[in-house]
């Protein structure tokens, strides 16, 4: 087993927030599928008929959602592996991906459910902070090397 506990942790929530897109992914072929909204001209011909070749505000926002994670996940993916090899204290390091897991968590919630501004903006402003904080300490400790 791996010894270092920073990148074990990582690995934790890492795998959390991909599941969590998987979810989403899921979510929005069923919303498709609800609604009969479909991409592609193959799908809609599969069910229906070609008027079912549409845009729908349902299929929509659960795709915002869905590129809003791959826009803020990805990033997360590549600040916490290297602030990992940085030798951060596992309690910072684990409240840095606790903290920015739980708030793309509620800001998928937020966005799926509709809830009330500024839910979604304060989740959303809240997972940025661990992001800027390992990428600051990543810079840092980066410089003596340009």
């Known amino acids: 087993m791996m010894e270092n506990k920073v990148f ?26 609800r609604k009969k909204a479909f991409a592609n001209p193959e799908d809609a011909l599969r069910n229906g ?6 845009q729908d505000p349902d299929v929509e926002r659960c795709r915002r959602a869905h590129r809003n994670d791959m826009e ?15 030798d951060p204290s596992p309690a910072v390091a684990r409240i840095h991906f606790l903290i920015f897991c ?7 919630i937020a966005y799926l459910l509709r809830l009330r501004a500024p839910t979604r903006s304060v989740a959303y402003s809240v997972a940025q902070l661990p992001c ?9 400790a980066t410089t003596p090397y340009w």
């Not at 942790?9 to 919303?31: D, E, N």
């Not at 803020?72 to 940085?86: K, Q, R, T, V, W």
């Not at 739980?102 to 998928?108: A, E, N, Q, S």
């Open 8 to 33: 074990l942790s990582f690995i934790f929530y890492s795998t959390i927030l991909i599941l969590k897109m998987y979810v989403v992914a899921i979510i929005t072929g069923q919303v498709r599928l």
């Open 132 to 140: 800027f904080s390992m990428a600051l300490q990543i810079l840092l």
């Open 72 to 86: 803020n996940i990805f990033p997360f993916l590549f600040l916490g592996a290297i602030y990992s090899l940085l």
């Open 49 to 54: 008929g070609m008027q079912f070749y549409r």
């Open 102 to 108: 739980v708030g793309r968590i509620i800001h998928t």
